[in-house]
């Protein structure tokens, strides 16, 4: 019964996410869900958190590995401010308070993949001081993790998530089983890779909101140049806690599913565990507190381990590395640089441009995450500051819809990225004011646009769109548009009677036989006019 539930479920959370975000109460009358997130975000930086290898793009296994990495004795680490100043910006986008000092911990645990059988982090950061004003004793001063607080807004859901606390810490190797070898392989190119793990309160309801937190995250550390949040890469990863109560009751017991790589996994985890915890406490079962892998084939969770709790990782200082400490000054140095956000980005394309939400969206997601420059670096320009030029004293909503269906759309046929390109803002600009002017119609302009695609590399930058329209013969002519007309008229000579008839819809196709005679040329509005009164004229 549980797993027909968990099908039947799946299906449902293919639906739009208005109509299931609306409707989640009602997937489980009487119960309520409580979920809060880790997301555990690779840093955009060319070299790691503590040592000077650089990081890896898919290069060969264990390539990318100082002695540091692979956890050789006497080896010490040294802390990349890059990553520091990375986790600042996130910070500030998430409305954190970035703490003064702060310190890093050992979390201990042994598996194949952590060479040092620790792991670099921030959790406690404990850190012993003599109190002078109480004589003989010791106080334990608290230092936070990098930042604490902060809250990220959901806008669909309008669900404001409170923050727990952003943290660095290092990423572990890559463990691959092989089948064919019988045994498991590590690439330590991963490890030591600099992480942001932010936690989330528990402050989501539901699936969808879950997969809203993730999605709304992800466009902003990309945003910020943080991290590329490249999920299917494995640079972004989330472990999401999830507890199940009666309507009213005290919090259930969480379980932690770990690893999810997918929004949608995501989604379809939370579910299988929502009805999994339902199933127990409806057979008058406890739900024991553990940590779960997900199956994605058969979309239900699995136990890994019973769940470990701080004193079970022996968390202790790290001795070789001092306390972090970030001046206000420094803080504000890091604001300075910071891009524009999502949001303010999407409202201010809609309130100065007039653009649809779904237009803004379109542009802010073109090659989203592919141009994120290294350790904060400027990126190429994207598709937004492209249209802002463009759009520079013309119709932003005409410019928006050269850009969104035609020029996105030969990129998408060719698979390239916007940086790829090759109609200046300069051309497209020249070609919509042709376009206005009525010197060339609409379909020329999709062929020019199509052609300047199809040139061959080494061809050279576009200088002259005027001058291509008449290298190619696409410039707009009305001079023989009634011998096209009758053309027209005696090639469809039965869809001519129609139209005396009285039929109108058929009209287009012998518009369409004008166009295809014209090459193009032909101003189709003119030729639909024309047509029009020589057709009804006749009669």
Sequence with gaps: MYRRLCVLQTRVSKRSYASTSASHLDKWPGWETVIGIEV????????????????????????????????????????????????????????????????????????????????????????????????????????????????????????????????LEQDTAKSTYEQSL??????????????????????????????AYVRTLQALLRSVGASDGNMEQGSLRCDVNVSVNRAGEPFGTRCEIKNLNSIKAVQVAITSEVYRHIDLIERGLSVPQETRGFDEERAETFKLRSKEDAPDYRYMP????????????????????????????????????????????????????????????????????????????????????????????????????????PIPPSALGELIDLLQAGKITGTSAKTLIRHIFNSPPGTGPLSSVSK???????????????????????????EADLVRKGNEKVLMKIVGQVMKLSKGTADGKAARALLHKMLKTED
């Design 318 to 421: 790290d001795p070789n590395l001092p306390p972090v400490l970030i001046t206000e000054a420094h803080v504000d140095k890091v604001r300075q640089t910071m891009p524009e956000l999502p949001t303010a980005l999407s409202t201010r394309l809609q309130n100065d441009y007039g653009l649809t939400e779904r237009q803004a969206e379109v542009l802010m997601s073109v090659d989203s995450g592919v141009n994120i420059g290294y350790d904060g670096e400027v990126a190429p320009p994207g598709a937004v500051p492209y249209f802002e030029e463009v759009a520079r004293g013309r119709d932003p909503k005409v410019v928006v819809n050269w850009i969104t269906q035609e020029l996105l759309a030969q990129l998408s046929r060719l698979d390239e990225p916007f940086s790829t390109n």
């Design 40 to 167: 555990h975000a690779q840093i955009k930086s060319r070299q790691k958190l503590f040592s000077e290898s650089l990081n890896s793009n898919d290069e060969p296994p264990n390539t990318h590995v100082s002695l540091f990495d692979a956890a050789f004795p006497g080896t010490l680490p040294r802390l990349n401010k890059y990553c520091v100043d990375l986790a600042i910006r996130t910070a500030l986008a998430l409305n954190s308070t970035v703490q003064p000092k702060s310190a890093f911990d050992r979390k201990h645990y042994f598996y194949r993949d952590l060479p040092s059988g620790y792991q670099i982090t921030q959790n406690y950061g404990t850190e012993p001081k003599s109190d002078s004003s109480v004589l003989g004793t010791q106080v334990v001063i608290i230092t936070a993790p990098l930042a604490t607080g902060g809250f990220l807004y959901l806008d669909k859901a309008q669900r404001r998530v409170g923050l727990k606390q952003i943290q």
């Design 468 to 494: 291509l329209v008449d290298d190619l013969g696409l410039r707009a002519t009305s001079a023989d548009l009634q011998s096209l007309c009758e053309q027209a008229i005696s090639l469809l000579s039965e």
């Design 182 to 211: 019988g045994a498991t392989q590590i690439d330590l190119n991963r490890a030591g890779a600099g992480l942001m793990e932010i936690v989330s309160q528990p402050d989501m309801r539901s699936p969808e909101e879950a997969a």
